[in-house]
């Protein structure tokens, strides 16, 4: 299956019949729009193609199908949804809600005696969601529901047949990533605050670079962290220059972003090595360069050759600029900050390993972000060091940090 590389995100809820999804789904519609996205509300199946149409009337129990031949009818609806709605939405970076998706497929199909492996097959060419919700409400809850609004049951509306659809639906999250199961039972509002802190999580985990800079770090150890960047969706995985290669390989297909640390921890060493270094993170795969400013040079006023280094180096990758700010005076932060936006640098960011602010309060470097995105207006802004808790990015975000730079990005969502 395909990831969403696309610079749209879709997202679909599932669960059984009467577990609320459409409901959700068009909430969660609403709530994107008042805060300014462009929203495709759309579901399945659909009505726009012919085996849409012909799907719907072998579920009304109008006409009669083999069951593998009605799931390749979904397929092929699927295919002509995709490629007619969807990725065209996601083009243009649009968020795409869809009411099932092929999820809803392997849940049906199994619980109807079709094989999980064949209906994971004729799925397999298809885009993988950035985010699936499954909505958890037990079997009779649901035939209530359904009862409740007076409508004729579909084949697949049976109590019996829910709990079998149940079976197979507890098993995607082992399967897929980005699946959470959320408790549908309750009011309305309710459920939609369960499924909008999943969102503010996942938000939260776009603008994470998760990060294994440890000198003693074995290849497992940069594994594992890659595996949490594709779990969780960071916005990218930091390592030190020899991991490179190996990081480009495992995020391969994967929207996270491969970046390379550039002369910890103060930036000292000769202008051409760290040209090399960058030139070589190039060539091994990296997209972007969390680089050092030359923490000795600001400390004697060379500004002059701080900013033709930084020029240079910001020519090879798009690059994020260290400048150590635990080290500096608020003047020396200000200045830095303004050098780092002529040298051409996409962001400014407060600290790496053994800045001494590591040991003070998050108050402090909260301070310093807002000096350096006053002195370097337009540029992104990276906080990092010593953030460790949901509550400790939400203050960085709060004083004006785009980034988190963090080795503890899963316990920050997870908390």
């Given at each position: 299956?395909?990831?969403?590389?696309?610079?749209?995100?879709?997202?679909?809820?599932?669960?059984?019949?009467?577990?609320?999804?459409?409901?959700?789904?068009?909430?969660?519609?609403?709530?994107?729009?008042?805060?300014?996205?462009?929203?495709?509300?759309?579901?399945?199946?659909?009505?726009?193609?012919?085996?849409?149409?012909?799907?719907?009337?072998?579920?009304?129990?109008?006409?009669?199908?083999?069951?593998?031949?009605?799931?390749?009818?979904?397929?092929?609806?699927?295919?002509?949804?995709?490629?007619?709605?969807?990725?065209?939405?996601?083009?243009?970076?649009?968020?795409?809600?869809?009411?099932?998706?092929?999820?809803?497929?392997?849940?049906?199909?199994?619980?109807?005696?079709?094989?999980?492996?064949?209906?994971?097959?004729?799925?397999?060419?298809?885009?993988?969601?950035?985010?699936?919700?499954?909505?958890?409400?037990?079997?009779?809850?649901?035939?209530?529901?359904?009862?409740?609004?007076?409508?004729?049951?579909?084949?697949?509306?049976?109590?019996?047949?829910?709990?079998?659809?149940?079976?197979?639906?507890?098993?995607?999250?082992?399967?897929?990533?980005?699946?959470?199961?959320?408790?549908?039972?309750?009011?309305?509002?309710?459920?939609?605050?369960?499924?909008?802190?999943?969102?503010?999580?996942?938000?939260?985990?776009?603008?994470?670079?998760?990060?294994?800079?440890?000198?003693?770090?074995?290849?497992?150890?940069?594994?594992?962290?890659?595996?949490?960047?594709?779990?969780?969706?960071?916005?990218?995985?930091?390592?030190?220059?020899?991991?490179?290669?190996?990081?480009?390989?495992?995020?391969?297909?994967?929207?996270?972003?491969?970046?390379?640390?550039?002369?910890?921890?103060i930036g000292d060493s000769p202008h051409k090595k760290r040209i090399q270094i960058c030139r070589k993170a190039k060539k091994d795969g990296?997209?972007?360069?969390?680089?050092?400013?030359?923490?000795?040079?600001?400390?004697?006023?060379?500004?002059?050759?701080?900013?033709?280094?930084?020029?240079?180096?910001?020519?090879?990758?798009?690059?994020?600029?260290?400048?150590?700010?635990?080290?500096?005076?608020?003047?020396?932060?200000?200045?830095?900050?303004?050098?780092?936006?002529?040298?051409?640098?996409?962001?400014?960011?407060?600290?790496?390993?053994?800045?001494?602010?590591?040991?003070?309060?998050?108050?402090?470097?909260?301070?310093?972000?807002?000096?350096?995105?006053?002195?370097?207006?337009?540029?992104?802004?990276?906080?990092?060091?010593?953030?460790?808790?949901?509550?400790?990015?939400?203050?960085?975000?709060?004083?004006?940090?785009?980034?988190?730079?963090?080795?503890?990005?899963?316990?920050?969502?997870?908390?």
């Amino acid at each position: 299956m395909k990831h969403n590389n696309y610079p749209g995100n879709f997202i679909v809820f599932e669960g059984l019949d009467g577990s609320g999804q459409s409901t959700q789904a068009n909430l969660l519609r609403d709530f994107f729009i008042k805060n300014g996205f462009q929203v495709v509300l759309t579901k399945e199946p659909t009505l726009a193609s012919e085996a849409g149409r012909k799907i719907r009337k072998i579920l009304d129990e109008k006409e009669k199908i083999s069951l593998q031949k009605l799931q390749e009818l979904f397929a092929q609806d699927r295919k002509e949804h995709l490629t007619k709605i969807i990725t065209p939405a996601l083009k243009k970076g649009k968020i795409v809600i869809s009411d099932r998706y092929f999820f809803s497929s392997f849940a049906y199909g199994e619980a109807s005696g079709l094989a999980l492996k064949w209906l994971l097959k004729i799925n397999d060419n298809f885009l993988l969601p950035d985010l699936i919700f499954i909505l958890k409400v037990r079997p009779r809850a649901c035939i209530r529901r359904i009862e409740k609004r007076g409508e004729k049951k579909t084949i697949f509306e049976k109590e019996k047949k829910l709990k079998k659809v149940w079976q197979t639906y507890k098993i995607l999250p082992k399967i897929f990533k980005n699946v959470y199961m959320i408790k549908g039972e309750g009011t309305i509002p309710q459920v939609f605050e369960r499924v909008k802190n999943v969102i503010k999580n996942k938000k939260l985990a776009q603008i994470i670079d998760q990060t294994n800079i440890k000198p003693e770090a074995t290849a497992q150890d940069i594994k594992n962290t890659c595996r949490e960047a594709i779990e969780y969706g960071f916005r990218g995985v930091c390592v030190n220059p020899k991991w490179i290669k190996m990081v480009k390989s495992q995020l391969k297909g994967t929207r996270s972003k491969v970046i390379c640390l550039v002369d910890p921890p103060i930036g000292d060493s000769p202008h051409k090595k760290r040209i090399q270094i960058c030139r070589k993170a190039k060539k091994d795969g990296a997209d972007e360069t969390d680089v050092v400013i030359s923490l000795p040079d600001i400390k004697h006023g060379r500004w002059v050759k701080i900013l033709k280094d930084l020029k240079e180096i910001c020519k090879i990758l798009p690059t994020k600029v260290i400048i150590g700010s635990g080290y500096l005076t608020d003047e020396e932060i200000e200045k830095a900050s303004s050098i780092v936006k002529k040298a051409g640098a996409i962001c400014v960011k407060t600290a790496t390993a053994k800045d001494p602010l590591e040991n003070r309060e998050l108050k402090e470097k909260a301070r310093h972000l807002k000096i350096m995105k006053k002195a370097a207006v337009g540029l992104l802004v990276k906080a990092s060091g010593n953030i460790k808790t949901k509550r400790d990015a939400e203050e960085m975000i709060k004083a004006g940090a785009d980034i988190i730079g963090t080795s503890s990005g899963v316990e920050i969502l997870n908390r």
